[in-house]
């Protein structure tokens, strides 16, 4: 048995002095005092690492823009051991095949656990698999259908379903393409998209919406849906960021749609927090037609810890919202530090914030909009109880399993 010993983070008592015994990659004891094989003790604070359900890892179809293996070494990097791969890949998720076909690309390049989002097609419910496939989930675009197709299928799903439909919730009646001069006018082009979209959707607890930026789409959630909230629409507004470079769907919006979603977020009314790592390159951001999408999985916890320690977030509130929510809400026993849970742990040296150097990040895009900005990374990330990165240093090739 190994044990890992230090001030750990223990839902419902908070951080405790404690030792965690870990076999075969699961805790197999949390106690004050325990003997190991190998006993590791840490100065700084151990915490559940993070699950991130909503990724683009680009593979199929993106290589140059990221892949399982440079994707999943962001996540390992920020504290992230397991993630959830979005459908729009090329080929898109959408069948048995697509599916088990990325299942086997993640299995041999993911550093990090992961599950695949299927894409809700035309006469997806009367797929014979339907419900049966190891989907993390559904995911719903509002992208090339009719608004009356996109509200049909997501009332189809959440009739039918027995798993979440994730959907980006844009209306795709108020999603206009007026040409860009300056970042304010992609969120004019979308001023209204996210709460007309929400008003619209059916309540439904098999609902999950995806990345919420405004508070007007805050206060049109439909009843009994969860939600999750991305940093960049918790940090990044009009003011504080002018760059075309960070055209982004769903826009970013004002400081006040950033502060009245925080104040949601630190309430638990958006239960989870995720990433939508959407990274392309520089030279298509700089382009004539630049792509929306940010990256994000390996800075979402370092700028989240550095929240906390200004005392801007609660640390329950992080953990919560990190690891423990994301797992409750796909049907995962996971994400927190006790008996039978698999050993996936991060240990963090809370005075060690530091300005994010793009140099030392992996992403493929080989940019953020949160360079400088101060964060603290894990010192260490163990995965299933093996150490998978290290101060920014990857440690483990491949080795993540599926968990769906
Ligand atoms: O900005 C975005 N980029 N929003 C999305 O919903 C998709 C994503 C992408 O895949 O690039
Ligand atoms: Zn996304």
Redo the contacts with the bound molecule.
């Keep these: 048995m190994d044990v890992f010993e230090g001030k750990s983070w223990i839902s419902g008592q908070g951080l405790v002095n404690t030792c965690i015994g870990v076999d075969e990659g699961k805790i197999t004891a949390v106690k004050k005092i325990l003997k190991g094989d190998n006993h590791t003790k840490f100065e700084g604070i151990i915490l559940p690492s993070a699950f991130d359900m909503h990724v683009?890892f680009?593979d199929p179809g993106y290589p140059h823009k990221e892949d399982w293996k440079t994707g999943s070494e962001c996540a390992a990097a920020g504290g992230v051991t397991a993630v959830v791969d979005?459908p729009?890949t090329n080929p898109f998720t959408s069948d048995l095949e697509t599916f088990n076909d990325k299942v086997s690309t993640a299995s041999s390049k993911s550093v990090v656990d992961f599950g695949v989002g299927v894409n809700v097609e035309k006469d997806l419910t009367e797929q014979t698999w339907f419900d049966t496939i190891p989907a993390a989930f559904w995911k719903l675009?509002p992208y090339g259908i009719s608004s009356a197709e996109y509200f049909s299928y997501a009332k189809e799903v959440l009739d039918k379903t027995s798993k979440p439909l994730v959907i980006?919730g844009e209306h795709p009646d108020h999603m206009h393409n007026e040409p860009l001069n300056e970042l304010s006018d992609h969120t004019q082009n979308r001023l209204i998209a996210e709460p007309e979209c929400l008003a619209s959707m059916p309540s439904s607890p098999y609902l999950h919406v995806?990345?919420l930026s405004t508070l007007e789409g805050l206060n049109r959630m439909p009843k009994l849906a969860s939600s999750e909230v991305c940093p960049h629409h918790l940090l990044l507004n009009l003011d504080n960021c002018h760059s075309l470079d960070c055209?982004?769907?769903?826009p970013l919006r004002t400081k006040k749609d950033n502060s009245g979603l925080y104040d949601a977020f630190r309430e638990g009314k958006i239960p989870i927090l995720s990433s939508?790592h959407?990274?392309?390159t520089i030279e298509e951001k700089r382009s004539d037609n630049p792509?929306?999408?940010?990256p994000g999985v390996e800075t979402m916890i370092p700028l989240m810890l550095n929240e906390v320690s200004e005392g801007r977030l609660e640390l329950s509130r992080l953990v919560n919202a990190m690891s423990e929510a994301p797992a409750e809400r796909l049907g995962l026993d996971r994400g927190r530090i006790s008996e039978g849970m698999p050993a996936d742990l991060i240990m963090i040296d809370m005075k060690n914030s530091k300005p994010i150097d793009l140099d030392k990040l992996h992403s493929k895009s080989n940019w953020t909009p949160f360079e400088d900005w101060p964060a603290i990374f894990p010192s260490q990330v163990y995965r299933r109880g093996e150490l998978i990165a290290e101060s920014g240093e990857i440690r483990q090739e491949g080795g993540g399993q599926n968990l769906f």
């Design positions: 683009h680009r979005m729009n675009y980006h995806a990345h055209k982004v769907d769903p939508d959407a990274p392309h792509p929306s999408g940010l």
